[in-house]
């Protein structure tokens, strides 16, 4: 039995389709270094559906330009949400060795860390070459930037592109200019144009050419729906399912070949590394509205100094990638966190049921979690991992190796930036699930924790049941809430000259009842991308928009969208996600053309004679905890028409 999505034309009008500043906390931090780059932009967002997140194109993330929180949620475009992010990063170790046999350690320093937290020990651009002639990509460069595309901007839904200058700006949606609105529109043309496929760039292949060809700049009368329907390559990304790609995606690149860069950070020296960030996000409504995906390809270029003076590549052997996270949900001062090893996530809530910030805006606080959805591979017969959206047979992906926390009042913290026994050697002992405390030269300890507990995931109790370790509880192994910082560890793996592994983190924000009920709609959401990850990412979404035209007569309108047959047959004979079915038209009438659909009435519906009359889907209830079944469309099997008549 096939499930059913129902299309939606708009109609009456014809519908042409914040902030609160917490103190500033880096005092207490590590410094970054200032970004010096002719490339522009260096920021960038992505701000599609139900989550604001900022980038920057040296791997400096979540945290936006003007030195503030990084990820705001909900309708932040709308004003009204709160920040749950002030930063996060990722953070990478491993033995580095000069030959494949791994028998002569690199010299001056074995263990080598990189990355970034609330500094970054890496810098932008891509790495030219490989092994003993790579060298980083000048910053001089005019293309050393990041990139973003989204696939609407030429026919926008209400006013998203005026709400996109003001997140650009990071200016109230009434202080947007014109002018601030054409340079959106004007860069958006600019990536489109320019999106660095040949430096590793994802995009979508349809045309069966090998290789990419540019499609055509896109506009009011060709956009993103005719790039599906005429088979054109597309910029972007896309899973197993080329006709489902996402809506916004943001592209950059950046090495760790800097030792002056490196040892500011973490005081090792480079491993040769360039990394190849993609995220991106869905429009579509449900439980993608509330989710978006981190793609990191870590690829091991060389044109490290190998002790001779040569130069080349190091063959990195027990490696291990760390997501670090420093979360603030609203007030940064009463959070918990926490993980949960049955579904690989790192998670924060708040330790109280109201918090001012998001009482502002009369929301519940909410939580958000980071899901290690595709871990790097390493061989494993008989098994199948997924990398690029397809399957790997003979390996399987690394799952959540530990998880961790540490915040106000306890003894762990991000490892002081003093020498490298004691930075380095603490990272060291971070990534395989130790403790930050010592340095190189003394043995590892585990965190406190609960006897009988599993130390290498610490809080891994269920906040919801009030179950197994918890954060909060005021002992040595359960400090009182506060401000935290919250990570996990994925590892360890190989990395040969010229490999490249993969790490895909999905981020979901969830906004139940009360501050633990928003737990378990975040953990809904994370299981709802696992599944979308499982099935090669085919998201499930509507079909192509039908093309309506309006006739306006003497004390009536015809609204009609059957002239356009190729779009028709695209729109009622596609299957989504090889499982979602056309069966009808909803027309609403809005109040105005900035109207959201909720904002509607449905003033009529014409479904297929198939005997399906209602519309049913799983929706979380955040006041039970369950997923209940509800109605989301109801018809008569009353017949396709592809017009209508209004005369009132």
């Not at 500033?24 to 410094?31: E, L, N, P, V």
């Not at 109230?172 to 200019?177: E, F, H, I, K, W």
């Not at 090998?210 to 499609?215: A, R």
């Not at 997501?323 to 007030?331: A, K, R, S, T, V």
């Given at each position: 039995?096939?499930?059913?999505?129902?299309?939606?034309?708009?109609?009456?009008?014809?519908?042409?389709?914040?902030?609160?500043?917490?103190p500033?906390?880096?005092?207490?931090?590590?410094?970054e270094?200032?970004?010096?780059?002719?490339?522009?932009?260096?920021?960038?967002?992505?701000?599609?559906?139900?989550?604001?997140?900022?980038?920057?194109?040296?791997?400096?993330?979540?945290?936006?330009?003007?030195?503030?929180n990084?990820?705001?949620?909900?309708?932040?475009?709308?004003?009204?949400?709160?920040?749950?992010?002030?930063?996060?990063?990722?953070?990478?170790?491993?033995?580095?060795?000069?030959?494949?046999?791994?028998?002569?350690?690199a010299?001056?320093?074995?263990?080598?860390?990189?990355g970034?937290?609330?500094?970054?020990?890496?810098?932008?651009?891509?790495?030219?070459?490989?092994?003993?002639?790579?060298?980083?990509?000048?910053?001089?460069?005019?293309?050393?930037?990041?990139?973003?595309?989204?696939?609407d901007?030429?026919r926008?839904?209400?006013?998203?592109?005026?709400?996109?200058?003001?997140?650009?700006?990071?200016?109230?949606?009434?202080?947007?200019?014109?002018?601030?609105?054409?340079?959106?529109?004007?860069?958006?043309?600019?990536?489109?144009?320019?999106?660095?496929?040949?430096?590793?760039?994802?995009?979508?292949?349809?045309?069966?050419i090998?290789?990419?060809?540019?499609?055509p700049?896109?506009?009011?009368?060709?956009n993103?729906?005719?790039?599906?329907?005429?088979?054109?390559?597309?910029?972007?990304?896309?899973?197993?399912?080329?006709?489902?790609?996402?809506?916004?995606?943001?592209?950059?690149?950046?090495?760790?070949?800097?030792?002056?860069?490196?040892?500011?950070?973490?005081?090792?020296?480079?491993?040769?590394?360039?990394?190849?960030?993609?995220?991106w996000?869905?429009?579509?409504?449900?439980?993608?509205?509330?989710?978006?995906?981190?793609?990191?390809?870590?690829?091991?270029?060389?044109?490290?100094?190998?002790?001779?003076?040569?130069?080349?590549?190091?063959?990195?052997?027990?490696?291990?990638?760390?997501?670090?996270?420093?979360?603030?949900?609203?007030?940064?001062?009463?959070?918990?966190?926490?993980?949960?090893?049955?579904?690989?996530?790192?998670?924060?809530?708040?330790?109280?049921?109201?918090?001012?910030?998001?009482?502002?805006?009369?929301?519940?606080?909410?939580?958000?979690?980071?899901?290690?959805?595709?871990?790097?591979?390493?061989?494993?017969?008989?098994?199948?991992?997924?990398?690029?959206?397809?399957?790997?047979?003979?390996?399987?992906?690394?799952?959540?190796?530990?998880?961790?926390?540490?915040?106000?009042?306890?003894?762990?913290?991000?490892?002081?930036?003093?020498?490298?026994?004691?930075?380095?050697?603490q990272?060291?002992?971070?990534?395989?699930?130790?403790?930050?405390?010592?340095?190189?030269?003394?043995?590892?300890?585990?965190?406190?924790?609960?006897?009988?507990?599993?130390?290498?995931?610490?809080?891994?109790?269920?906040?919801?049941?009030?179950?197994?370790?918890?954060d909060?509880?005021?002992?040595?192994?359960?400090?009182?809430?506060?401000?935290?910082?919250?990570?996990?560890?994925?590892?360890?793996?190989?990395?040969?000259?010229?490999?490249?592994?993969?790490?895909?983190?999905?981020?979901?924000?969830?906004?139940?009842?009360?501050?633990?009920?928003?737990?378990s709609?975040?953990?809904?959401?994370?299981?709802?991308?696992?599944?979308?990850?499982?099935?090669?990412?085919?998201?499930?979404?509507?079909?192509?928009?039908?093309?309506?035209?309006?006739?306006?007569?003497?004390?009536?309108?015809?609204?009609?969208?059957?002239?356009?047959?190729?779009?028709?047959?695209?729109?009622?004979?596609?299957?989504?996600?090889?499982?979602?079915?056309?069966?009808?038209?909803?027309i609403?009438?809005?109040?105005?053309?900035?109207?959201?659909?909720?904002?509607?009435?449905?003033?009529?519906?014409?479904?297929?004679?198939?005997?399906?009359?209602?519309v049913?889907?799983?929706?979380?209830?955040?006041?039970t905890?369950?997923?209940?079944?509800?109605?989301?469309q109801?018809?008569?099997?009353?017949?396709?028409r592809?017009?209508?008549?209004?005369?009132?």
């Open positions: 039995m096939m499930n059913i999505v129902c299309c939606v034309a708009l109609t009456a009008d014809i519908a042409a389709a914040r902030q609160d500043h917490q500033d906390k880096t005092g207490k931090r590590f410094s270094s200032p970004m010096k780059s002719s490339g522009t932009p260096m920021y960038s967002v992505l701000n599609i559906n139900n989550i604001r997140t900022w980038a920057r194109a040296d791997g400096h993330s979540n945290h936006s330009p003007n030195g503030d990084g990820l705001y949620f909900p309708y932040p475009h709308l004003g009204g949400g709160g920040n749950l992010v002030y930063q996060d990063g990722i953070v990478w170790g491993a033995k580095a060795y000069l030959d494949q046999a791994l028998t002569q350690p010299p001056n320093q074995l263990i080598r860390v990189g970034g937290i609330y500094g970054v020990g890496t810098k932008a651009g891509w790495v030219n070459g490989s092994g003993a002639s790579a060298s980083p990509e000048p910053l001089t460069s005019p293309n050393n930037r990041i990139y973003r595309l989204r696939r901007y030429t926008p839904k209400y006013r998203s592109i005026e709400f996109d200058a003001a997140d650009v700006n990071e200016i109230p949606y009434s202080s947007v200019t014109s002018g601030q609105v054409a340079a959106v529109i004007a860069q958006y043309e600019k990536d489109w144009a320019e999106w660095p496929i040949q430096l590793g760039a994802p995009y979508i292949e349809r045309n069966g090998p290789g990419y060809q540019q499609p700049r896109l506009s009011w009368d060709f993103s729906d005719s790039l599906i329907s005429g088979n054109y390559d597309e910029p972007g990304i896309a899973g197993a399912d080329h006709h489902m790609p996402a809506d916004q995606v943001i592209w950059m690149a950046y090495n760790d070949l800097d030792s002056i860069q490196t040892r500011g950070f973490s005081r090792s020296l480079p491993l040769g590394l360039e990394v190849q960030k993609t995220t996000a869905y429009s579509s409504s449900g439980s993608l509205y509330n989710l978006y995906f981190n793609r990191y390809r870590i690829i091991n270029k060389g044109g490290v100094d190998l002790g001779n003076g040569s130069k080349g590549a190091f063959y990195p052997d027990s490696m291990y990638v760390c997501q670090w996270i420093d979360p603030d949900l609203g007030g940064f001062s009463d959070d918990l966190g926490g993980c949960d090893t049955t579904l690989d996530i790192e998670f924060s809530y708040n330790s109280q049921a109201i918090d001012e910030v998001f009482k502002a805006f009369s929301l519940s606080p909410p939580a958000i979690g980071y899901v290690l959805l595709q871990g790097p591979v390493i061989p494993s017969p008989g098994d199948s991992a997924v990398v690029g959206f397809h399957r790997r047979f003979g390996y399987k992906n690394i799952r959540m190796s530990s998880a961790a926390l540490w915040g106000s009042g306890d003894p762990y913290g991000e490892p002081p930036n003093n020498d490298y026994s004691t930075n380095t050697g990272w060291w002992k971070v990534l395989r699930g130790y403790a930050p405390l010592g340095n190189m030269s003394t043995p590892p300890i585990f965190y406190a924790r609960p006897p009988g507990a599993n130390p290498f995931y610490t809080h891994s109790g269920d906040p919801v049941t009030q179950t197994g370790w918890l909060g509880l005021g002992t040595t192994y359960s400090v009182a809430p506060g401000e935290r910082r919250i990570l996990f560890t994925t590892g360890p793996f190989r990395l040969a000259p010229g490999d490249t592994q993969e790490i895909v983190i999905a981020v979901a924000a969830g906004l139940g009842a009360d501050h633990l009920s928003s737990v709609v975040m953990k809904y959401y994370t299981r709802f991308a696992r599944r979308v990850q499982r099935g090669l990412f085919n998201a499930p979404r509507g079909p192509s928009s039908p093309r309506v035209k309006a006739v306006e007569l003497d004390k009536e309108i015809i609204l009609e969208w059957g002239s356009d047959i190729s779009r028709v047959k695209e729109t009622e004979e596609t299957v989504i996600a090889n499982e979602y079915a056309f069966e009808g038209y909803s609403y009438q809005l109040p105005n053309s900035s109207s959201r659909l909720s904002d509607g009435v449905k003033i009529a519906t014409y479904d297929k004679v198939n005997g399906i009359t209602v049913v889907e799983d929706q979380y209830d955040s006041q905890g369950l997923l209940v079944p509800v109605v989301i109801k018809g008569s099997d009353s017949g396709i592809r017009f209508m008549k209004i005369t009132s």
